[in-house]
Nanobody, 125 residues
Framework: EVQLVESGGGLVQAGDSLRLSCEAS????????IGWFRQAPGKEREGVSC????????TYADSVKGRFTISRDNAKKTVNLQMDSLKPEDTAVYSCAQSLTDLLVTTSPTDYGSWGQGTQVTISS
């Protein structure tokens, strides 16, 4: 059974940093890209970042580019999202997901098959 468990969320002030982790199990981790998504109340799910295994290629949403950094540790089956210079508009539930393939660097939710439960990130102004 595929399992994705997020951790590291919390309440911080604008300008602070948080580091989210996504721990995966139940599948061959190296064979799949992992993405991070977020959803704020009343808004659609937004793709934040993705990392693939083959060459550690990454992609970021324009709204987080230069502030967020995604990385993966294949030995620990973990993908981390370092979030710096946080803004109130970054407030959302952040979820990680397993892509349907490792061939694409994508943040389209339709390219992902299994999802974690999410972790709340709240940024106060």
């Amino acid at each position: 059974e595929v399992q994705l468990v997020e951790s590291g969320g919390g309440l911080v002030q604008a300008g602070d940093s948080l580091r989210l982790s996504c721990e995966a199990s139940g599948f061959t981790f190296d064979d799949y890209a992992i993405g991070w998504f977020r959803q704020a109340p009343g808004k659609e799910r937004e793709g934040v970042s993705c990392i693939i295994t083959s060459d550690n290629a990454t992609t970021y949403a324009d709204s987080v580019k230069g502030r967020f950094t995604i990385s993966r540790d294949n030995a620990k089956k973990t993908v981390n999202l370092q979030m710096d210079s946080l803004k109130p508009e970054d407030t959302a539930v952040y979820s990680c997901a397993q892509s349907l393939t490792d061939l694409l660097v994508t943040t389209s939710p339709t390219d992902y098959g299994s999802w974690g439960q999410g972790t709340q990130v709240t940024i106060s102004s």
